[in-house]
């Protein structure tokens, strides 16, 4: 039966449907539409976090530098933890869209169920271990004096909403299998708008401190948690699923969450390791480098919007046994990232200049930051494809494939780095370890996707 996004293709003997002739990039194909309509919204979640984060920083701002500062050091400990936690968002959305195209429904949602159960679990047990070494992880990242008791009141009174948060994510993940990216948005967007609200009324209308601001995060995430609980709950009751923690499915969700921490954790190695190596080449170059960061993750979101497709939309055609369908589908994503990267980086070499001046007056720091610039120009159709290709090979479930070879990427820019350290080089050859860093990435990714092995992963 012919579907309303699937291409009229010659049949093959081989293969079933042969695809047509290699489309020029920018021509409209029958993925167009699926994919829009994932990614734009999936892409306004993405932005909304940053948004608030943003708008948190402005109003702590406002407090004091020192609250400032202790927001920037408990939340880089906040970010990590999320960050190694992201398996269980990524992890859910390409397996529930395979059981569903493969009219297993009821595994789908029993898998969003211990989905839930494993990330409070996993949100308590991280929280306990967060309070108890919160000093010396915020020692570590050279907090001390009043900055070190501030970073510990905003850890510490954002613990209790740790949990939640990786209920959220579990949340998102489920909801991403089932097609399904406004909702999201819509929760994203709510619940940051009610923690701006709460928190400006704390501080601004009652005269509370650093501490309402955390909590006004708590009362969010509370929010957004049990919101998503309630409709993966509603979804499994209307089909007869059960309720309770099953040991086995939840262990099959950690191996292979498994991967994909390690994939984490080696990226956020390599950031880390760069901010490093800036700082110890001078006070002006880790400004300039940290400005070029913060420009390369905002374009990484809207380039992800598309890897959150990849992963609905090779989830789902893989379980409607149409490998040839999902082909093609990651291909136009493929195209749809390296047009969007392309766009990026020409919109940043033509405005580089206006864009380092709005972060700083420093003449020094701005030049330094065109600089930087160039390179993160330079990397977005590049990072178009990485991204693409990793939601993709994440929804086919080729997670140790990726895990493996983010390793060996970070493995390459910490020889780039280091060198970079021992002969004094400066910030522009740091950055030249960030493109070993990606091209290392891609290349690999895309001789996998290049070889259809992963159309059989799972």
């Given at each position: 039966?012919?579907?309303?996004?699937?291409?009229?293709?010659?049949?093959?003997?081989?293969?079933?449907?042969?695809?047509?002739?290699?489309?020029?990039?920018?021509?409209?194909?029958?993925?167009?539409?699926?994919?829009?309509?994932?990614?734009?919204?999936?892409?306004?979640?993405?932005?909304?976090?940053?948004?608030?984060?943003?708008?948190?920083?402005?109003?702590?701002?406002?407090?004091?530098?020192?609250?400032?500062?202790?927001?920037?050091?408990?939340?880089?400990?906040?970010?990590?933890?999320?960050?190694?936690?992201?398996?269980?968002?990524?992890?859910?959305?390409?397996?529930?869209?395979?059981?569903?195209?493969?009219?297993?429904?009821?595994?789908?949602?029993?898998?969003?169920?211990?989905?839930?159960?494993?990330?409070?679990?996993?949100?308590?047990?991280?929280?306990?271990?967060?309070?108890?070494?919160?000093?010396?992880?915020?020692?570590?990242?050279?907090?001390?004096?009043?900055?070190?008791?501030?970073?510990?009141?905003?850890?510490?009174?954002?613990?209790?909403?740790?949990?939640?948060?990786?209920?959220?994510?579990?949340?998102?993940?489920?909801?991403?299998?089932?097609?399904?990216?406004?909702?999201?948005?819509?929760?994203?967007?709510?619940s940051a708008v009610f923690n701006l609200v709460i928190e400006l009324i704390l501080i601004f209308g009652l005269g509370f401190g650093?501490?309402?601001?955390?909590?006004?995060?708590?009362?969010?995430?509370?929010?957004?948690?049990?919101?998503?609980?309630?409709?993966?709950?509603?979804?499994?009751?209307?089909?007869?699923?059960?309720?309770?923690?099953?040991?086995?499915?939840?262990?099959?969700?950690?191996?292979?969450?498994?991967?994909?921490?390690?994939?984490?954790?080696?990226?956020?190695?390599?950031?880390?390791?760069?901010?490093?190596?800036?700082?110890?080449?001078?006070?002006?170059?880790?400004?300039?480098?940290?400005?070029?960061?913060?420009?390369?993750?905002?374009?990484?979101?809207?380039?992800?919007?598309?890897?959150?497709?990849?992963?609905?939309?090779?989830?789902?055609?893989?379980?409607?046994?149409?490998?040839?369908?999902?082909?093609?589908?990651?291909?136009?994503?493929?195209?749809?990232?390296?047009?969007?990267?392309?766009?990026?980086?020409?919109?940043?070499?033509?405005?580089?200049?206006?864009?380092?001046?709005?972060?700083?007056?420093?003449?020094?720091?701005?030049?330094?930051?065109?600089?930087?610039?160039?390179?993160?120009?330079?990397?977005?159709?590049?990072?178009?494809?990485?991204?693409?290709?990793?939601?993709?090979?994440?929804?086919?479930?080729?997670?140790?494939?990726?895990?493996?070879?983010?390793?060996?990427?970070?493995?390459?820019?910490?020889?780039?780095?280091?060198?970079?350290?021992?002969?004094?080089?400066?910030?522009?050859?740091?950055?030249?370890?960030?493109?070993?860093?990606?091209?290392?990435?891609?290349?690999?990714?895309?001789?996998?996707?290049?070889?259809?092995?992963?159309?059989?992963?799972?």
């Amino acid at each position: 039966m012919w579907r309303w996004w699937q291409p009229s293709w010659r049949r093959s003997a081989f293969s079933g449907w042969t695809l047509p002739s290699r489309p020029r990039l920018l021509r409209r194909t029958e993925f167009d539409r699926p994919i829009a309509t994932l990614a734009i919204p999936a892409l306004g979640s993405l932005v909304a976090e940053p948004l608030y984060v943003l708008a948190d920083t402005a109003v702590v701002g406002r407090i004091g530098t020192t609250e400032l500062a202790g927001l920037a050091l408990a939340s880089t400990v906040l970010l990590t933890a999320h960050a190694l936690m992201i398996f269980l968002a990524y992890g859910a959305t390409g397996p529930i869209a395979r059981m569903i195209s493969e009219g297993r429904s009821g595994d789908a949602a029993t898998r969003g169920i211990q989905g839930l159960w494993l990330a409070v679990l996993l949100g308590v047990g991280a929280a306990l271990a967060m309070a108890v070494f919160a000093r010396p992880l915020l020692t570590l990242l050279q907090a001390e004096g009043e900055v070190l008791d501030a970073a510990m009141l905003y850890l510490l009174v954002s613990l209790p909403g740790f949990p939640f948060l990786l209920l959220a994510l579990a949340g998102a993940g489920v909801l991403h299998g089932r097609q399904d990216t406004r909702r999201p948005l819509v929760i994203a967007v709510i619940s940051a708008v009610f923690n701006l609200v709460i928190e400006l009324i704390l501080i601004f209308g009652l005269g509370f401190g650093l501490g309402a601001s955390a909590l006004s995060t708590v009362i969010a995430q509370v929010m957004a948690g049990l919101t998503y609980v309630w409709m993966v709950v509603r979804w499994a009751r209307t089909l007869g699923v059960g309720l309770t923690p099953l040991t086995g499915p939840m262990g099959v969700i950690l191996r292979s969450g498994q991967a994909l921490v390690i994939r984490t954790a080696s990226l956020r190695g390599a950031l880390t390791l760069a901010a490093a190596v800036a700082a110890s080449i001078g006070t002006e170059e880790v400004a300039a480098h940290q400005v070029g960061l913060q420009v390369w993750f905002t374009l990484a979101l809207a380039l992800d919007a598309v890897a959150i497709a990849g992963q609905a939309l090779t989830g789902r055609y893989l379980g409607e046994g149409d490998p040839e369908v999902a082909w093609a589908a990651s291909r136009r994503m493929i195209e749809v990232n390296t047009i969007v990267g392309a766009t990026f980086g020409l919109v940043i070499v033509v405005f580089r200049t206006p864009i380092a001046g709005l972060f700083t007056g420093d003449a020094a720091v701005v030049s330094l930051t065109t600089l930087v610039l160039l390179h993160v120009a330079g990397q977005q159709p590049i990072n178009g494809v990485v991204f693409a290709l990793d939601g993709i090979l994440i929804g086919a479930g080729d997670l140790w494939f990726l895990a493996g070879w983010m390793v060996i990427a970070f493995l390459a820019f910490g020889l780039s780095a280091t060198a970079v350290l021992i002969t004094g080089a400066g910030l522009g050859w740091l950055w030249a370890g960030v493109w070993v860093f990606m091209i290392v990435r891609m290349v690999p990714l895309f001789r996998r996707w290049r070889s259809r092995r992963w159309l059989s992963t799972v």
